[in-house]
């Protein structure tokens, strides 16, 4: 399985930007898509996963901005990000978890958020 992951780049504060992930692979539709996101210096924090009912769960420092999608035709998980912060700079990862609790990861996408 391989994550490719898109949609990075520089934003001003408040604005908006949507991430996609493709997964490769046959288990798409049978696993749970998550993204995380790294800041310079700081440990890997969890942001948000969609299981295979779509159903979301956010981390608090997103809920109410970020929203998580997923296509299942395309084998593709979305991000989608309003109201963008200086703190939401970092590099964000998606992470695929199948069924039988192997996980893959992708090499993430920069997000930089000018204030």
């Known amino acids: 399985v391989q994550l490719q992951a898109s949609g990075g780049g520089l934003v001003q504060a408040g604005g908006s930007l949507r991430l996609a992930c493709a997964a490769s692979g046959d288990d798409f539709s049978l696993s749970s898509m998550l993204w995380y996101r790294q800041a310079p210096g700081q440990q890997r924090e969890w942001v948000a996963v969609i299981n295979v009912s779509g159903v979301t769960n956010y981390g608090d420092s997103v809920k109410g901005r970020f929203t998580i999608s997923r296509d299942n035709a395309k084998n593709t998980v979305y991000l989608l990000m309003n109201g963008l912060k200086f703190e939401d700079t970092a590099v964000y990862y998606c992470?695929?978890?199948?069924?039988?609790?192997?996980?893959?990861w992708g090499k993430g996408t920069q997000v930089t958020v000018s204030s």
């Open positions: 992470n695929q978890r199948k069924f039988n609790g192997v996980e893959y």
